[in-house]
């Protein structure tokens, strides 16, 4: 039998900047079959000064089993296990430094669980980037959240042949965004695969300096 909490004690990584010294926080979320060390990395091309950078770990390096397509209830229970080690990460950073001044970046899986908690969390954020990623659910789904995001800004930006991500659903993501009033960007890049490109980490570094 599965545990109702399969994310719960999990490690969270560190880098840069301790919190409680910290100007801004950047949390990173590792995408599926990847670890939370690897994505610190991520801080090489971020402004590092004063910067706390944040990365939990998913049990066994996967936030949920199934595609971020399929219906919700088919990757319960980790699903709600990795929102909620999200919410706990972002809540122990939040004492140290304003949400205005923290910024979520997720990769793959990590976007697709990051869009889904910015949208069930909905608050003045310092920016959320979504690298190849987006809400979760079926072809079809209609997503209806309460609250409003007051003029956080997003990034979403993906392949438009990336094996993983359908384009629409890229599109779908930005629409539900900017109707909580997020500040949204979307860049789809021509036959990039599924990854990041230079184009992309300079416009998350440029939203990291803005915090």
Do not use: K
């Amino acid at each position: 039998m599965s545990s109702p909490d399969p994310h719960a004690d999990q490690p969270v990584e560190h880098r840069g900047a301790a919190l409680e010294d910290a100007e801004r926080a950047v949390v990173l979320l590792h995408g599926r079959g990847a670890r939370a060390l690897g994505m610190l990395q991520f801080a090489d091309d971020l402004p590092s000064d004063g910067t706390a950078f944040v990365a939990p770990q998913a049990a066994r390096a996967t936030w949920y089993p199934n595609s971020f397509l399929e219906p919700t209830d088919e990757n319960e229970p980790w699903f709600s296990s990795a929102l909620g080690l999200v919410g706990d990460v972002v809540s122990d950073v939040t004492e140290h430094v304003p949400a205005e001044r923290v910024l979520l970046l997720g990769f793959s899986q990590g976007a697709c669980l990051g869009s889904e908690f910015v949208a069930r969390n909905p608050r003045r954020y310092g920016g959320f980037v979504a690298f190849s990623g987006g809400l979760h659910g079926p072809e079809g789904t209609t997503w209806e959240y309460d609250g409003a995001l007051d003029g956080t800004p997003v990034f979403l930006g993906c392949s438009d042949s990336d094996p993983h991500i359908p384009e629409s659903r890229v599109h779908e993501t930005r629409d539900v965004f900017e109707s909580m009033g997020a500040d949204v960007t979307e860049r789809i890049y021509e036959g990039m695969g599924h990854g990041v490109n230079e184009d992309e980490l300079e416009f998350a570094a440029e939203m990291v300096a803005n915090l």
